[in-house]
């Protein structure tokens, strides 16, 4: 059988934290699942909040023709003005229904957005530390990825390389605060330095650059951190939001595309999203959950609990003598490792059993990323054994 | 803005289909809902059974993080178990969990299957009357679309076309049975017929040719009409299912692919599947309605009322002098139009207030499609209307 090679090659390889996952099944049923310190997944462990479960009962008591026939393409119209509606109220923004595209989650958004944007030999810039699924999505709307290596001190992307990656063959830069794995978030002179090296660059090269904005953790943000929303400081902007982290929500497969109303050409932009969608297979966002987001926007989980776990995580750490990131977001905990090769590491910590993810495949070798949505009580039992395996560096 | 220009002008294109439906909302609010007859969708009229509600409340009783986590890519395995016990036990097959990958629909089960398969410079040969939407997707996969016609009187594909169709570049065939739009159900001879020239062709040009049975309309058909499982008849078989009409969930975007057990490097067929779904951005099918459909396997919505809708319908429009396919299965009245331009016909249609679908689109210039998934009333309120547009050919 002679198959589309690339896709065979993406489906039989596994993501190393996938494999982590695994891998952790196996051990926990082996040993117990009390004895194993997975920290692999970013699966919400906190549960959705109740406004949820309340609105899917209400929803029944309905028509069940309407609740769960198809919705328009682009998401139900009532939908997408309460979405409308919020994002303008809080973000100070002008947005109608018309900018917004209801979605299977924030890969989907990102996938329909690349295939809108992207033709052969276009070149698309990725800020590391970045999710590994980028490449996959970048390379499958048929453009090259291109990383820039962040600011060692502040994780953010470093001024002078993130000028330099952006070339003639720009079509769009993917930015995503706060940031899986690292937990940081852009301030607001970040955004304005990255708006303004791309308004420079399409003065010079006389095209449009497109920043999309991947933020499925805006609400997970721990104090007063202000997570800057880019449509205020780019015209050609397009955010590709998901409801997966702070509805927890994962599995359900719920965000949304917004496209810049300011947007040049923006009506053809958006006109090229519906037919992405359209070719990639997406008929509509689920009907149920459409309804269901729309009635908790401005709601989430109970961050609370990651912010302590994240405390507990962080001093416990820091007391061993390891080297953490701060994160303001998120939920990963992002660490140097105190050998170079993070793998090695990894194996190592594995004898401890605990399960964390290189992340070289998020282009920044020498570091591993702790998922600390988890039980409070994972972290608390696995501090003993993260002590032993400092103390193998001393 | 340098767009992808092939997905702006899918996403310009409206369907023909969603077109008149728009045009019906309109029409609707300028006239009132109960003086205009729709018959454009292919929405399912009624209500989804018990099972389904039930399950929902059910579900919500256990854990919310489990219930909305992610699943594993190809879909829960519990629920891919539950799925191959109900098809093997019904259908005489031997599958596994290891061979069903769940997906959002029969449109993404298509797009991915379509995208894990073909190369640049394949063919794939689609039987007409066929849904127009397989050309974008056969295109977006980088293939060519070759159309079949159906032998006149039956509807089936023309044998001879259909063999003289297969060429050396035949990547796959898709094939619809209960059809949309005709509503005609291959008997197992067809079957036994397609997969016959399909293993001589095999043997003539030394590769694979791909059988893909596209069959959200499997459950509904009327009477003792059996539906053959393709996997019985040819080994190179993948079903692309879906929930949505059998369940009247077509919202909910929820369906899978059966990649045939006995598939020459099913393996290898698998894995590109798990890279295209990964590629196109689906991270796994809604997880809630993943649960449900598990539950309610062997159960539909109240087919009784399509049937009686289509006998209705069926009677009135040949007493009234047009010449309708006798329907045996989906949801579909296929009538040749008295005049050879269809479209013509529907513009006079809409005179009556009736929006018919013309079936250029579908590959059968002269024909229309009349969806009787509406009111039975709606039916009954329409007749006269149409009483009136036949008396205009006579």
Redesign the interface.
Known sequence: ????K???????SRSVI?DLFEYGLQRKAEIGADKVFDFS?G??????PPI??ET??KL?EG???A?????S?AGDMQVRHKIAYYLNKNYGLTVGAQHLYMT??A??????SL?????PGDEVVVCAPFFP?YR??VE?AGAKLVQVQPDAATLYPDAEAFAAAITAKT?AVIINSPNNPSGVVYPEWVIKGIAGVLTEKQAEYG??I?LISDEPYRELVYGNVEVPYILNYYD?SIVCYSFSKSL??????IGFILVGDK???GA?????????A????????????QRVVAEALGQTADVSIYRYNRDLLLDALTEYGFSCVQPDGAFYLFMRTPEPDAAAFCERAKKHELLLVPCDGFGTPGFVRISYCVSTKQIENSLPAFKALAAEYK
């Open positions: 059988m002679e198959l589309n690339q896709m065979q090659a993406w489906g039989e996938r997944l699966n919400p462990s906190v549960p959705a949820v479960a899917i009962a029944q028509d069940p023709v609740l769960h026939g198809y919705t393409a299977c989650g890969a989907a958004s990102l996938t329909i295939k809108a944007l992207c033709l699924e996959v999505f499958a079509k095209h449009d497109v050609n927890s929500l994962p599995g359900e497969r947007m040049s050409e053809k932009v958006y006109a090229a999203i519906c037919g992405a359209r070719a990639l297979g997406y008929v509509c966002a689920p009907s149920l959950f």
